[in-house]
């Protein structure tokens, strides 16, 4: 049977694991990491960049990098996050032709589905890797707080990375999942995850096999890349005071800053102080070279940082409270998210559930570990588990007076189908307009549009005569259908939601065709696994003859001009192979290959 990978699509990093022989494992990317960093690149020469590579380059091609995409996806350009998140990030932002937000990579605007995909075709490749096959389906997580649109452009990447989605679940869900599964448990558990972009809390009922999500909330704009900003104020404050210089105008200086800041943050989390040194920061007026050393102590770190981690609490509190349950009847807490590493999170964790957090799972495998038990329970038809997720938001449609009316209250267990019936306002009323929209407020401009549309042809009759029965429907991906219905006539109107705010079917299509040009950007990396493989050898051999030989040609001026060619030669295919730059792979190995001639000839003479 096919495999279905898990994908856990993270802000930061992203993992994939599959269920094989019986469990579910991590698979490892070449360079033998369980985490890919989730960062796209287009180089100067337009090729793409993923994962290691793109961060590893992303402080001189600032510009052209795009991290934290997650952040993005799902949203219009005109909205308030997007307008905040236009200010951190060193890539440019534009308007695409729905109204959602796009980035311009080199001249290319990208859509953010299409640079999520990047990450997730890469996912792919690792998996493929490893298990030696193609791999056409995945179960993909999302954050539980994720709303319609977040969730709908997440498929979308999934379509355009050529990966079936067999479903999106959320996060925390499948932290729960990887916890319980096939460990007969039975208790309530609460999920704090707090990764580099997200924090999500879920408070899971685990049975059995039984998993049932009871209450869920989050913040989708709240992790631990608003700890490195801290520290990058902290710094950039302390800079400015010292030198009169601002380094938020440069954009190589900030993405330095904001690797050292984050590596900091990471230190900190074993140490009890570091040291942020980045030499050559910048340079003054006269052209002096500026460098910058602040030291950071985990005390300091812990103080600009208390005030991020107490607002996961207040969330916490949302949790419960609309769960109508208290603290003390969960019995067990999973740390997940590298943010949870910060020894005060924990702190913070145990002293507001009473309760030490489980040392069970592993906090960055996790989820991922849970999206591939998902796919192999849809798969599998020994596994009897169940699992029932909730809505985030709630849903409905503004009626008279610019009201919101919910059809369907967050929490609700899904798939779920709602129906009520609504009644005209005027007398004559020909067509009613069905303004779709999540959130909690009573107050329609404060929820979030999630789209419209019109019934139109009503049958005339005096006001509050015509009655429509409006149905909401969310399927368990959590994505909604909303139709309404003339009673009498059976004249019906229906939309998908979010077919109005992210991309067009034709707009996925044609991004899932291009991409299938990358298709052959893999084998010209198979091309380069082989040609790196075949210059390690070479230089192997090389520096085996030359061993051999130092003794006693040591002194030979020949033998020496040579080893001087071979270093400098070996040095420039490191280069090559560094840069993973293809053609000029090829070309210096064709230079080694004749100095490897020359040290073969005088080892047969020698
Ligand atoms: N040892 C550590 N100490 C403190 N923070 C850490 C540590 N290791 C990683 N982090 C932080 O964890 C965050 C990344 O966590 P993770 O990889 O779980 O996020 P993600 O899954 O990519 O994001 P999200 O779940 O929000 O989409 C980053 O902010 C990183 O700096
Ligand atoms: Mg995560």
Redesign the pocket.
Known sequence: MPYIIGI???????CVAVFKDGQPVVIPNKGGYK?TP?IVAISENDKRLVGYVAKRQAITNAEHTVYAA?RLIGRRYNSEIVEKIKNMVPYKLVEGSNGDVRVELRGRVYSIPEISSMILQEMKLIAESMLNEPVNKAVITV?AYFNDAQRQATRDAGTIAGLEVEAIIN?PTAAALAYGYGKNINRRIAVY???????DISIVDVAGENFKVISTAGDSFL???D??NRIMDYCISTFMQETGIDLRQDAVAMQRLKEAA?KA??D???LTSTEISIPFITTDSKNNPLHLKITLTRDFLEEISKSIIEKTFTICDTALKSANISKSTIKDVLL????S??PMVARMVKEYFGIDPSKRIH??EA?AIGAAIKGHMLQSHQSHAKLVDVTSHSLGIMVAGGYFSPLIEKNTAIPTKKTRIFTTVKDNQEQVKIIVLQGESKRCEENELLGEFILNGLRKGPRGSVEIEVTFEINSDGIVMVSAKDIKTGLKQEIIVTATSGLTEEEIQRMAEENRDYLLETKVSEDFEKYRYESRKMIEEVDSILNRLKDTMGKDEFFRELLGKVDRSRENLEKAIKEKNLESLIEELEVFKRIYKMCKSLSSKG
């Open positions: 856990d699509l993270g802000t930061t990093n992203s985490t989730s997650k954050p996060e995850d707090i990764g580099g972009g997200t924090f992790g631990g890349e700890i490195d984050e943050k990471c900190l989390s074993v997940v998210g590298g943010q590493r910060m906090p960055d989820v």
